[in-house]
C-alpha cells in the first residue's frame, strides 16, 4: 500500500490552501528533476551569461529552474508573493493570495554540471505578513533532493516527511516522522576555508581531527556535498552537522548562505526533526530579516554536536 503526496497532503490538519502550495513546489520539483535528467544532452549546462543579485553567476540551469518554479507559482492563485534567489525583488502576483514563497530554485550550482546531488529548497509564509518574517513564523518548508532517486522532503513544522518520485511522476511516501539522531561522528564544513575560520569554528573543528585522542573522546568523519540540500538530506536520514559559519572572508556579508530560502527552511526542517539549528550564537529561526536576500551564519543538525558548536561560542 502506497501513500502519494497528493493523498498525504489530503489527510494533514492544515489549510488546504498550504497543502495546495506544497503541491505547486512538488510539481515543480517534478519538473525541474525531468530537465536535469537530459541536461547534458539537450545542452542546457554550463552558464547564463549573467550574474544575479549576490553577484553570483547564474548557471543556465539556475535560470530555467527559476522559470519553472515562477511558472508554477503563477499558476496558483494562493500565492501571491515570490521571493527567489534568481531575482533581485520579490515578485507580487496580483492576486489576493494568501501565501508567500521564498526559494532557492537551485541549489548546489558548483554540482550542476557534474551530476552530483542539486536541489530545490522552499518556504512558505503568511504573504499579509510582509516579506522580513522570521523563520518561527514559516507555515511550510521543504526541499526536494535530485539525487540517483528525487526526494521531496517536507515539514508544516512538528515533522518530517520524505517522499520519492516515481517513473509516473508522482510523489510517494517514503519515510514519515524523520528523527535526526542526536549523537553523530560525521561533519561536513569546507575545511578549505580554515584560514578565515574563528576561534569557535577552529576550536570545535580541531576537536573532531582530533578524534578518539581528544576532547571529544570518539572518531569522526568529513564529508562536504558542497550542496546544501544534499548535505542536509544526508543528516537527516543518518545524523551529522552542517556548518557554513560567519568567517573573517564572509563577515562584511553576514555569512555565505541566504536566511529567507536557505537558512530558514532547512532550520525548520531540521529543529521539526528533533536536531538543532544556530548561527552559532542565536536561533536561526529567532532572526528578523532586514533584506530578503540577507545571508547567515548556518550550522545544524544531530543535538549533540550543534549545542558542542554552541559552548565553543560561549567560550570564545
Ligand atoms: P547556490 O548554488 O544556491 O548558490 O548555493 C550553494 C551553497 C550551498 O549549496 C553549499 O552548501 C555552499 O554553497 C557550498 O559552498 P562552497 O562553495 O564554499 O563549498
Ligand atoms: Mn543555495
Ligand atoms: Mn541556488
Redesign the pocket.
Known sequence: MTTTLAEWLAAQPVDQKLARAVATMAAASAEIAAVLRIAPIEGETGLAGHTNVQG?AQKLLDVISNDIVLNHIGQNSDISILVS?ELDEAVHFDNGGALLVAT?P?????NLDVNVTVGTIFSILDASKGLLQKGSAQLAAGYAAYGPSTSFVLTFGTSVAVFTLDQSDTFVLTKDKVAVSPASGEYAI?TA?ERFWDAATKGYVDENVAGETGLAGKRYNMR?V????A?IHRILMRGGIFL?PLDSETLEKGG??RLLYEGNPMALIVTAAGGKATTGRKNILDIQPTDIHQRVPVVLGSSEEVTRVEAWYKKA
Do not use: A
Open positions: 553570483e534567489e532557492d537551485l541549489d548546489g550550482s558548483s569546507n576555508r562536504w558542497g550542496s546544501m540540500v548535505d557554513y555565505r548562505l
